[in-house]
């Protein structure tokens, strides 16, 4: 049942808060952080508060402003917003504290952290996005403040980078505008709280055009294959950067939307009757498996984990696209998995540059020795990635694949089997050379007085994140972890069929 | 007999008459003081139009009879919902006259400022008196007084080509006013009255003859003129690239606006009176709309210099209007209303902030402007917004109207239109990725820019003012949007659905 | 015969015949213009304003607020041609244009004495058929345009024969931005003083004709005072 | 008087307002275009008053020479304030000719187009 | 017989339009423009329009062509082919 609640607002309305407040005051070290750390524990605090509410069921709701009788811009916490928010501000705080040793004596960090903190509000704003016009509000201010970021480097590959990824995204963000006005003019409503707002009577030509237009909107950040090309170029931004927004924030919130399509536009049945999921999800498997080979033959470390990213989203929109509610929990849980997984694996990425600066795969060879630690919270990465038990891949690529036989459409097993090997055949040739490989020239040997390999602020976010991968992996039936919020989720998509396990 | 603030409404018109005739008068001694003058008046105008449109909100159009005579035989101003916008009109006025105070230095010599600040107050009065008259002659009169002084405003910059420009607009702006005078004397000859309630009401027994069209085609084109668009645009951004920055953000913003105001009064008219059939009408607006909006966009990437490229993305956003209108569905019409203030407060921070980084560094081209933002960081982050909101991203203003007149696209069943309209816009925003590259994110090529400074307090406040206006009016979008409401309700039941 | 502006004339030229024709014969009696708005000023015109000339009584009192405009649009003019930055490129501060210098240096262009002497002897005549004009504008075809455009020609005479600067010297200095505005504000006060007699702006008491009277002739020698000095003053500022 | 079934009074105003606007598109010369111009301008007024005229009628000014049917007085006041707003326009314009011959040395719009 | 005075009026009025579009020379242009204004002024007359008329004769005639003799004086008198 709906609760009216300021939360729902409070919680982007933080972080913009403290955008303002570093762009104000960011020129003294101490603030800044100050203001970028309290505004990461009070959004931590808003939404970790409204948590025991949504696991009974209760939605929080804050209609902000009304343009006109049923178009206005609203807030709404329903479990699956609650899922990705909760995502997205532990994984802002891990990233604010590898951000600050990372951008250690980098130049313009006041615009950094300014935007840094606003893409993070409007990834929340688009987590707890009531209705078509607040989503779409969101997800183009998000592209919007990426963009000095993708180009904080400001060299000339840079700017091209900027440009490429601004071309797609705005592209894209026009077609989610067009779908999203046909949505609003067809169905005269624009909310995301039903399980399904338009009816099939509406005609399939029109219904075709909405589905293709919105899922090319949104598919751009999911980086559905043929829309992905802007993802591996915006590798060049910072690594807090590409840890946070290319692999969890922007591309999280494409997924997020065509989820939300599939589920609260169209709802369940009406794509069942429809069958428009079946080429999306043909095509999500494609994504799968090509953007995995392709990770093979990548030798610089950042463009084979981008192209990892792609993969494992196709996974989410797969799950989607099956439209059964194992397949759908197993897309919900995979936005968290893929995320504590692949974020440790950036800021591993990201430390080697910084403490050795090597960046290319075939250059680690033996670095296990100089950065154990890191190397361990790589691998168990890399084995949640293939989908060892204990790992939190392993549940998503469990469900997906009982999901996929609940929707008797048994060649998707195949699909994930391929894929784990894929997986399998990107990354441990990574553990190998750090572990078996001796190392071609001694590595820089630690200063003295450094008890650990690098930074600390640098080491702790990747230790928590590693934890966090097998904390998932583990406590998938805990009730009040992350894996019950996504059984409340799928409730509600599917309220109106479908059993729920 | 007039309700409350109803008797401020002829007042609301001359303050600014009287206080431009004045101001030679006032500033004799020290011409200097004519700037504090001019904003004076118009802070006091925008007292009285408040009072207005308060009244407006609590008794609902309201009409004043010039002289005590009864409608038709007297002159009649009617205040209605169209008419609320001489509050933000005047609104952005006085946030405007202040920004030329500094700017006018490197502009004009001193003792010439008492001239520029009566043609500033004209303009203003001529386009209140516009926005508010319910006579065709009047309506006559008041475009007159605008266009004039809005002729000479252009040419007061710069030397021989400023001259040149204001002519070529004085002259096709001078033949659309004759246009209009002809439909106004033919209406005229047609039903023996001028008042346009009395109008409608006679032209309903007139009858629906080719006279009546004719007379309709000849308000069309003299308005389409005044607005500048597709076809009969050429004049527009030669006249607001060369006019002074305040002077470009007044032209483009609002004196722009008068053939689409004029339109709407028209449309009112021609429609109580039900005699013509407007559907081929509408058409064309759309089909107009849309070509202006693609071919402002796409003259607006090839320019170097900023102003040039403002004054064709005034034509792009002007498309975005008209479409907007010749849907003529509810919401679309909502939509454009709305746009015609939302584009006037963008185009005045876009125009001040460029008008700002031009009197700092005297450079105008973007190639020149490298860098800039470094010195002048304010005054581009204003730019920058003002760039976001031109093209209608969510955050800012720009982006409720777009979605407004995009979803009166799809429900008139007119999709096309509505794919061109969002992809329309976002050819403009390839200029606006090159200049926000140029002044972020390349390295300064001039001296004159490494050194610059920030601008005068006095013309970075109405920047900073506006910018911020434009991100709030982006969530609060509402206000005006329910404002306009009743008013196209009331209209649109004329127009068939 | 420049072929693409013939056709455009032709094609503005085109409906513009078309809707002119289709209008009701124009000088029929029962035309709409005869019977529309017209009918009430040509019965209740006269002893409703106090003029007989209804033209003027149109012009000042049923649709005075046009007026008051129209004189704002000369206004403007003038302030326009003030704004503009004048003088040649050789000399952009826009100082008195030395070709307008004869050689004796006073700025005289040299008139045959013939001349001079007649415009002279004229002058006095021109300012007592303008001052006619003004004043039977209610009663005979006139008013304050007219007499205003009579008052300029005065000026303009003058100032060929004796040089503008000297014509100049006839409006005092500190006068001189007061006198242009005349027209202007001598309508703004009639409608102050209107809107406190009968409560409506710029209304004329129909009842008490004195006051009438007083006020129209107010207007009157307002528009012409100060359209005169506009136009001389637009014939000094090109001059110079 | 009618020829060939149309109004000749109104026709021949659309003629005058076509030679006038034919003079403002096609002379080079901005004076000629400026003339064109007022051409034009009185050629409206005088379709507006010959709109307002009436058979056999007087001037509408109620005193002993004159008798009924008058002429409507409206048409006239709109050509006074017309007249009036035509030479404003005229006076701008020439104020910006001066200005363009002032700084180019020309008025030639052929020539104009060829200066940078 | 008005007719005929109509229509010789209004004829001679579009000769005299045509031939300022014809003239070379800018002042004879003028010239014969202020003749087009007084011929108007005659035919406002006869139109019963008195006060038109004069303010034309006054307006029309007098101050136009003043203004364009002083333009003429500061730029060129010749018109370019």
């Given at each position: 049942m709906d609760v009216v609640d300021a939360r729902p607002i409070l919680a982007p309305f933080v972080s913009f808060l403290c955008a303002g407040l570093v762009f104000a005051v960011g020129r003294s070290i101490f603030w800044r952080r100050f203001f970028t750390f309290l505004a990461a524990f009070i959004k931590m605090g808003l939404v970790l508060s409204m948590l025991p509410g949504t696991l009974r069921g209760v939605v929080y709701v804050y209609d902000f402003v009304e343009f006109t009788p049923g178009i206005g811009i609203a807030f709404r916490a329903d479990a699956y917003g609650m899922f990705f928010a909760l995502v997205s501000s532990t994984l802002w705080l891990f990233t604010t504290i590898y951000a600050i040793g990372y951008m250690q004596g980098d130049r313009d960090r006041v615009r950094f952290f300014g935007f840094f903190a606003l893409c993070v509000s409007t990834t929340v704003g688009v987590a707890f996005a009531e209705n078509l016009l607040t989503f779409f509000l969101f997800y183009e201010t998000l592209t919007i403040c990426t963009y000095p970021l993708v180009v904080h480097a400001e060299t000339p590959e840079a700017l091209r980078a900027g440009r490429i990824y601004l071309t797609y995204t705005l592209i894209g963000g026009g077609f989610a505008l067009v779908g999203a006005v046909m949505v609003n003019a067809v169905a005269g409503t624009l909310t995301l709280s039903q399980p399904g707002i338009l009816s099939g009577d509406l005609g399939t030509p029109t219904l075709a055009i909405i589905f293709t237009c919105l899922t090319i909107g949104f598919g751009v950040k999911a980086g559905i294959m043929p829309l992905h090309g802007w993802l591996p170029i915006a590798m060049v931004a910072p690594t807090p950067v590409s840890a946070l927004?290319?692999?969890?924030a922007v591309v999280k919130v494409g997924a997020f939307g065509v989820t939300r399509v599939i589920y609260n536009v169209f709802g369940v049945e009406l794509l069942g009757v429809l069958g428009f999921t079946v080429p999306l999800a043909f095509l999500a498997a494609f994504t799968i498996v090509a953007s995995s080979t392709i990770a093979l033959t990548q030798d610089h470390l950042k463009r084979r984990l981008a192209y990892s990213t792609i993969s494992q989203l196709s996974y989410i929109v797969l799950g989607a696209a099956l439209l059964t509610p194992l397949a759908a929990t197993a897309a919900i849980i995979h936005v968290a998995n893929q995320a504590f997984a692949k974020i440790t694996m950036f800021f591993v990425v990201g430390a080697i540059a910084r403490t050795t600066g090597k960046k290319h795969v075939s250059e680690i060879d033996g670095i296990a020795a100089r950065m154990p630690i890191s190397m361990a919270a790589f691998t168990i990465a890399a084995l949640s990635f293939v989908g060892v038990p204990l790992t939190a891949g392993f549940i998503t690529k469990w469900y997906l694949a009982l999901g996929a036989l609940e929707a008797d459409a048994w060649w998707f097993v195949l699909v994930l089997i391929v894929s784990a090997l894929l997986n399998a055949g990107y990354f441990f040739p990574i553990v190998h050379r750090a572990y078996f490989r001796p190392a071609k020239e001694p590595w820089p040997t630690l200063e003295e007085g450094r008890r650990f390999e690098t930074a600390k602020t640098l080491l702790f976010p990747i230790v928590i994140c590693a934890a966090y991968v097998l904390l998932l992996g583990v406590t998938a039936e805990v009730p009040g972890m992350p894996f019950s919020i996504a059984q409340v989720a799928v409730e509600s998509f599917f309220a109106g069929g479908g059993v729920v396990p | 007999m007039n309700a409350g603030w109803a008797e401020a409404l002829p007042w609301t018109i001359v303050l600014p008459m009287v206080g431009a005739v004045l101001t030679p008068a006032v500033a004799a001694r020290r011409p200097r003081l004519a700037g504090t003058w001019a904003w004076g008046v118009l802070l006091v105008a925008s007292a009285l139009a408040s009072g207005l449109v308060y009244q407006l909100a609590t008794t609902g159009p309201f009409s004043y009879d010039v002289g005590g005579w009864a409608q038709p035989y007297g002159i009649e101003l009617r205040f209605d919902h169209f008419s609320a916008w001489v509050l933000p009109l005047l609104l952005l006025f006085v946030v405007i006259v202040p920004f030329s105070w500094r700017y006018l230095d490197h502009v004009m010599p001193d003792e010439r400022r008492p001239a520029f600040y009566a043609l500033l107050l004209l303009n203003a009065g001529g386009m209140i008196g516009f926005c508010v008259t319910g006579d065709f002659f009047n309506l006559f009169v008041f475009t007159e007084v605008v266009s004039l002084s809005s002729y000479a405003l252009v040419a007061v910059g710069g030397r021989g080509l400023a001259a040149f420009a204001a002519l070529k607009y004085l002259f096709i702006g001078a033949v659309s006013s004759l246009l209009m005078l002809f439909a106004t004397a033919q209406l005229f000859a047609l039903?023996?009255?001028?008042n346009m309630a009395d109008v409608a009401g006679r032209l309903a027994d007139v009858g629906g003859g080719p006279a009546v069209m004719v007379a309709f085609a000849a308000y069309a084109v003299s308005f389409m003129v005044k607005t500048a668009m597709f076809p009969v645009h050429v004049w527009l951004p030669d006249a607001h690239a060369i006019a002074p920055s305040p002077v470009s953000a007044v032209l483009s913003g609002m004196v722009v606006k008068i053939g689409i105001i004029g339109m709407l009064r028209v449309y009112q008219v021609f429609f109580a009176a039900d005699?013509?059939?407007?559907g081929a009408f509408n058409q064309t607006l759309v089909w107009f709309g849309a070509i202006s909006i693609v071919m402002g966009a796409f003259f607006a990437i090839f320019q170097d210099d900023i102003k040039l490229m403002l004054a064709y993305s005034t034509i792009s956003n002007i498309g975005y209007i008209v479409l907007g209108l010749g849907l003529a569905s509810p919401y679309a019409v909502i939509g454009a209303s709305v746009h015609v203030f939302n584009h006037a407060l963008i185009k005045a921070t876009l125009f001040l902030a460029a008008g700002a980084i031009i009197h700092q560094t005297g450079l105008r081209t973007l190639s020149d402007l490298r860098g800039i933002a470094r010195r002048m960081p304010q005054t581009s982050a204003a730019m920058a917004v003002g760039a976001v909101s031109i093209v209608g991203l969510p955050p800012t203003a720009g982006f409720v109207c777009k979605w407004y007149i995009a979803l009166g696209a799809f429900e008139s069943g007119q999709a096309p239109f509505g794919f061109a309209l969002v992809f329309g816009a976002l050819f403009i925003f390839i200029y606006y990725v090159r200049m926000l590259n140029a002044f972020y994110f390349q390295e300064p090529v001039h001296d004159v820019v490494i050194e610059a400074n920030e601008a005068p307090w006095s013309m970075r406040a109405p920047v900073i003012v506006l910018a911020t206006l434009c991100l709030v009016l982006g969530v609060l979008g509402g206000i005006p949007l329910s404002f306009v409401e009743p008013a196209v309700l009331e209209l649109l039941p004329f127009w068939g659905n | 015969m420049k072929p693409w502006s013939l056709l455009l004339v032709l094609l503005v030229a085109l409906p513009l015949v078309v809707g002119v024709v289709n209008l009701p014969p124009h000088d029929a009696p029962d035309a709409p213009i005869h019977t529309g708005v017209g009918v009430r000023y040509l019965a209740r015109g006269v002893e409703e304003t106090g003029n007989k000339n209804l033209v003027t009584a149109v012009l000042l009192n049923y649709r005075g607020f046009d007026t008051f405009f129209e004189v704002v649009v000369i206004f403007t003019a003038l302030a326009a041609v003030l704004a503009l930055p004048r003088g040649s490129a050789a000399d952009p501060g826009g100082a008195p244009a030395a070709a307008a210098k004869a050689a004796n240096g006073s700025d005289i262009v040299p008139v045959s004495p013939v001349v001079s002497y007649v415009v002279r002897l004229m002058a006095p005549f021109m300012a007592m058929f303008a001052l006619a004009m003004l004043f039977r504008g209610h009663v005979t075809p006139g008013g304050g345009f007219q007499a205003a455009a009579v008052f300029a020609a005065i000026f303009i005479a003058l100032g060929l024969v004796l040089g503008p600067t000297r014509v100049a010297e006839l409006v005092p200095d500190d006068w001189r931005p007061w006198l242009q505005g005349a027209a202007p504000l001598a309508f703004a006060l009639i409608a102050a003083i209107g809107w406190r007699l009968t409560g409506a702006f710029l209304g004329f008491p129909t009842d008490d004709h004195t006051a009438q009277e007083a006020m129209g002739l107010f207007l009157e020698v307002g528009i012409a005072l100060g359209g005169g000095v506009i136009l001389a003053r637009l014939f000094v500022e090109m001059e110079t | 008087m009618l020829l060939f079934g149309l109004d000749l009074d109104y026709v021949l105003v659309v003629v005058l307002f076509c030679v006038g606007l034919y003079m403002l598109v096609s002379k080079s010369n901005l004076l000629k275009k400026l003339l064109g111009l007022n051409v034009m301008e009185t050629a409206v007024f005088a379709f507006i008053v010959t709109s307002g005229m009436i058979e056999g009628g007087d001037p509408p000014i109620l005193v002993a020479g004159t008798a009924a049917p008058y002429a409507s007085p409206i048409p006239q006041a709109m050509v006074l304030t017309g007249i009036v707003v035509a030479v404003s326009v005229t006076a701008v314009a020439l104020a910006l000719i001066v200005q363009i011959h002032a700084h180019f040395g020309t008025i030639e719009v052929d020539e104009l187009k060829e200066l940078p | 017989m008005s007719d005929v005075f109509d229509a010789v009026m209004l004829s001679l009025l579009i000769a005299t339009a045509v031939s300022v579009a014809r003239a070379r020379d800018l002042l004879a242009a003028v010239v014969i423009f202020s003749l087009y204004s007084l011929t108007m002024t005659l035919v406002w007359q006869h139109r019963g329009a008195p006060d038109v008329a004069m303010t034309e004769a006054a307006v029309g005639a007098g101050v136009t062509t003043v203004l364009f003799l002083i333009t003429i004086a500061r730029t060129t008198r010749r018109e370019k082919p």
């Open positions: 927004l290319h692999a969890v | 039903t023996g009255s001028l005699v013509l059939e407007l | - | - | -």
